[in-house]
Structure formats: structure tokens, C-alpha cells
């Protein structure tokens, strides 16, 4: 082993030191420096750290870093081992219960703390998770796996695709629900795309993440997947769902429809709302809640539609004032055949853009407006401005959720090359991404 291998994130000063003494990580260590005695176990430090300190978990259970110097007496008091993650044995599966697959890509809620560099990485897998959480077995029969070991932020259009076509599969061997682990930064996108690409579903599709990772005291993991598998088995509604905590704590697993739900916090384990629309179900004490009627039911019977292509030839641009026109102009330059603009208010960006989009509409792209804002919708009647941008050729998209707007004109491309035909689909209510009425913020954001 290398000393980067074998003292893991140690270098320079210290990791000579540690190597001086003969240790490794796990070892009890005893550090004398400036009249004071330090005793503990040697852990890793985050690849990023200095070289001038030492990190040793105290008999207290609290890491202390110490700064290395020629008058530090450093000695190995002990042999430990390695600090390793071992699932338990995952539990007996009873043959009476419906089956759902869990299809693992990655993310916090398949992640662990990683004792090599401090951080969080990909680790556990879906069996993993499976047989670190037992209830699962009195809900469903069990079938894990894995397709990617991603986290969020580097899935892109190629991996929906795929995603897709893993959800398809399962369908096809009959089973009654799928639930997919993800992250949950990209959770959003990755909704609005499944939604689109799996039409017509005759089972629940539920996308469930968490906030922390499945090794940590607080980890909203646990509950979050039995939430979801319990929706997956047992759930009256065949359609994409997002499945995460109602509030901070564990009482309610909430499910969003995919394509109207917003990640709203960094770190909260309620972070995901319903935008303009009600939640599709609750589950409270193992027990399924619809708190509508506007949803499609599940039906075995019902025969999947896959349409799983995308084209990444499609933008999002924030509008805000002083944005240079000509970055429209990079989009019609490059040969991108879709922008979805994110304006101010009722759907607005200042006229000095006007001429860029009036370009690109006549180069055949599709430009379509939604709103910064979180709550409402868009309506470019009331203002002259609003007017004018109809007047140019802007399709106004209603309350649809800007990154829908984004995935659905990625997924209309892989449907289709035509400029008109794509502007139909795009005003064409296919997942539930328009709401017919204007929720109130309160019954939205709640």
C-alpha cells in the first residue's frame, strides 16, 4: 500500500510521523505533546486537509486534531481494525405480499459516511438498504438493485433514459410497484423526465431520497423508504410520485406528483413541496391517505407506453437584470432547438432581449416562458410587455415548474423534430405538469 492508501488522507509531517510509529488506521494511538497525554483511535482525515496534524477519536467518543512538531512523541499502544460497514443478513420474505423492486442509482439515501476522507459517498447498495431496514419485510417482497452508484448532480438525460427502460423491465415481469433511490438535489428532474417517459403506467413509481445518509443517527433514510415502498405495494394511483418527510419529523411520508414538486431546502428532511398542486397521497401509521381524487388509478391490466428519449439540445436561462441578449444568441449560434426562459412575475424579461428572441423563433427554436416566482402562474396578457413577447412568438406555459418546462421540451425533441408539432406537445397536459386552477400559496406550500 502507498502511505495515501494506508493512512488514508495523511501526508507530509503527519503521515510520516504516523508511519514512524508503525500505525495504521484503527490503532490506539498515544500522542505526548507540550505536557499533555492524548489517547485514542487513529481515524482519517479528509483528503483535503493539512500536514501538520493528527486526528485520534477520544475514549469520550470526540475527534481531536493534533499539530505535529519536532517535539511530539507519537507511539502505537494497540492493534485496531479498520473501520468497515457490514449489513446484517436481510430478512425472510413472505410470499403473500405484493413485490416491488427497488432500483438503487445512488445519492445520500444509498450513501455512508466515508471513513477514508470524512465525506459522504456511494456505498450502500440496494440490498444494502433493504436489510438495514427489517419492516420492509412485513410490507412487500423485496427484489433490489442497482443500476448506477451516481450521486444526483451527475445523472444527466443519457441516465433517465436508462432509468426508464429499468422501470419498464420490472413492469413487464409483473411486478407491483417499482421504487427508485436517488438523490435528491436533481430528484425534481429526474420526476419530470420518468413522468414523460413512462406514460400510460398501470403501477406507482416512486423516487424516494434523503437528506442524510442511511449511517447517521438523524438519517431520514429509513422512513423515507418504507414510505415509499409502502406506496409502491399498496398505493391506489399508477403515476410518478416523489416520497419524503412532511415536516422535520417522522410522523408523515408525503407523495409528490413528479412534475409538480420542488426541492425548497438544503438540508431540511421536509425539503420537497407540491407547487401549485395538492399532494397525490400521505402515508400516516403505515397507513395510505389521498387527499385528492385527481389522480390516475392503478391498473395492472393497463398497457406501459415507453417513450424514453431525450435531447439535450434544450436550455434553461434565468432572466435578471443587465443579462446579455447575446447568450440567446450562443443558443441559435450552437443549434439548440429549445430555450424555456424563467422570467419575472406574470412571465416577463426586459424588451432589450427582444430582438434575440424574435431570432431565435425565426431560426425554428421554441421559446417558452415561466416564472421565478414559486407560486402562481404565468399571464403575459396583463402588461404590454407580456404582450409583446406573445406577440414575438414566446409560448407561455402556465404553472408549469421551470425544470419540468426544461425536462418536457428535452423529452418532446426525442419525440419529435418538428417546430410546430414540438409547440402543441408543449401546451398539451400530458403528466399532470399544468394545474387547471391557481392553488392559494398556503394549500400549495403545505
Not at 413522468?195 to 449511517?215: K, M
Not at 398505493?235 to 417522522?250: G, L, N
Not at 444568441?329 to 424588451?351: A, F, P, Q, R
Not at 425536462?407 to 410546430?420: A, H, N, P, R, S
Request: aromatic content about 6%.
Amino acid at each position: 500500500m502507498s502511505g495515501n492508501e494506508e493512512f488514508s488522507g495523511y501526508k507530509g509531517e503527519a503521515s510520516e510521523a504516523i508511519r514512524k510509529a508503525e500505525a495504521q488506521i484503527g490503532d490506539m494511538m498515544r500522542i505526548r505533546k507540550d505536557g499533555y497525554v492524548y489517547e485514542g483511535i487513529l481515524i482519517p482525515r479528509s483528503e483535503y486537509g493539512d500536514e501538520k496534524h493528527i486526528v485520534i477519536k477520544l475514549k469520550t467518543g470526540y475527534n481531536i486534531g493534533i499539530h505535529i512538531t519536532p517535539n511530539t512523541k507519537i507511539e502505537k499502544t494497540g492493534k485496531g481494525t479498520k473501520p468497515t460497514f457490514t449489513p446484517p443478513p436481510p430478512p425472510e420474505q413472505n410470499p403473500k405480499l405484493p413485490k416491488v423492486t427497488i432500483i438503487s442509482t445512488g445519492g445520500t439515501i444509498a450513501s455512508r459516511v466515508d471513513y477514508r476522507t470524512g465525506a459522504v459517498r456511494p456505498a450502500l447498495t440496494a440490498s444494502d438498504l433493504y436489510s438495514v431496514v427489517p419492516e420492509l419485510a412485513n410490507i412487500a417482497r423485496i427484489d433490489a438493485q442497482i443500476l448506477f452508484s451516481l450521486f444526483s448532480e451527475n445523472i444527466t438525460p443519457k441516465h433517465w433514459t436508462e432509468i426508464a427502460k429499468a422501470v419498464a423491465k420490472q413492469i413487464s415481469e409483473g411486478v407491483d410497484g417499482v421504487v427508485i433511490a436517488h438523490g435528491t438535489d436533481t430528484l425534481g428532474y429526474t420526476a419530470a423526465a420518468l413522468s414523460f417517459a413512462l406514460q400510460n403506467l398501470p403501477i406507482p413509481v416512486i423516487i424516494v431520497g434523503s437528506q442524510r445518509s442511511a449511517d447517521r443517527p438523524s438519517s431520514d433514510a429509513a422512513t423515507n423508504l418504507i414510505g415509499a415502498v409502502t406506496a409502491a405495494a399498496k398505493a391506489p394511483f399508477a403515476e410518478i410520485a416523489i416520497a419524503m418527510h412532511e415536516t422535520p419529523s417522522d410522523n408523515t411520508i408525503t407523495l409528490h406528483r413528479g412534475t409538480k414538486v420542488r426541492k425548497c431546502h438544503t438540508s431540511r428532511r421536509d425539503t420537497f413541496k407540491s407547487i401549485n398542486s395538492l399532494p397525490i397521497a400521505k402515508i400516516q401509521n403505515q397507513k395510505i391517505i389521498m387527499p385528492t381524487e385527481d389522480y390516475k388509478k392503478r391498473d395492472p391490466a393497463r398497457k406501459l407506453i415507453l417513450k424514453p428519449e431525450f435531447d439535450e439540445k434544450v436550455t434553461l436561462l434565468k432572466f435578471y437584470p443587465g443579462m446579455n441578449p447575446t447568450v440567446i444568441d450562443w443558443y441559435v449560434k450552437n443549434e439548440y432547438k429549445g430555450i424555456v426562459l424563467e422570467g419575472t412575475g406574470l412571465g416577463h424579461v426586459s424588451e432589450y432581449c427582444f430582438e434575440a428572441i424574435r431570432n431565435a423563433v425565426k431560426h425554428n427554436i421554441v421559446v417558452a416562458m415561466t416564472s421565478q416566482c414559486i407560486w402562481g402562474r404565468v399571464n403575459m396578457n396583463v402588461y404590454d410587455s407580456g404582450r409583446d413577447l406573445l406577440a414575438l412568438g414566446v409560448v407561455p406555459l402556465e404553472d408549469m415548474l421551470s425544470e419540468t418546462a426544461l425536462v418536457k421540451l428535452m423529452w418532446i425533441f426525442g419525440q419529435t423534430k418538428d417546430f410546430e408539432e414540438a409547440k402543441k406537445l408543449l401546451k398539451t397536459n400530458i403528466a399532470g405538469e399544468f394545474s387547471p386552477r391557481t392553488l392559494s400559496e398556503k394549500i400549495g406550500s403545505e
